[in-house]
């Protein structure tokens, strides 16, 4: 693990008591799962399916959060409220602003597990 994927995750290894083999472990579960979810949640997204967009958002939140408790984690909550609204268009732009940190999140969350 090299330094920045260190500083990264600094708070997901103190949560795993500095287990990197485990981090990387857990990343290697998760990212093609996390990669699915996030291409489902973007289709729902652009359905205007905002039942799937709730669903698939706090499945999408709860995989990353092992990795990550700020942002962009915290703001799927946004998101998945909007969609319990039924905002399609509230849920759209946040969704935008949104998506590119979700899939730095993830690719970076892919490098660790380059690592098992």
């Known amino acids: 693990m090299n330094e920045h994927q260190k500083n990264r995750f600094s708070a997901a290894l103190r949560r795993l008591a500095g287990d990197t083999d485990l981090l990387c472990c857990m990343a290697s579960m998760v990212a093609s799962d996390a ?22 958002a706090h499945q999408l939140k709860g995989m990353l959060s092992t990795f990550e408790t700020d942002s962009p984690v915290t703001e799927l909550q946004e998101l998945i409220d909007a969609a319990r609204r039924h905002d399609a268009e509230a849920t759209r732009e946040q969704f935008q602003s949104l998506e590119p940190q979700l899939s730095e999140l993830l690719a970076e969350i892919s490098a660790l597990q380059q690592r098992v």
């Not at 996030?38 to 698939?56: F, H, P, Q, W, Y």
């Open 35 to 56: 990669e699915e979810v996030l291409a489902k949640l973007t289709r729902a997204i652009e359905a205007g399916d905002t039942a799937s967009v709730s669903v698939t």
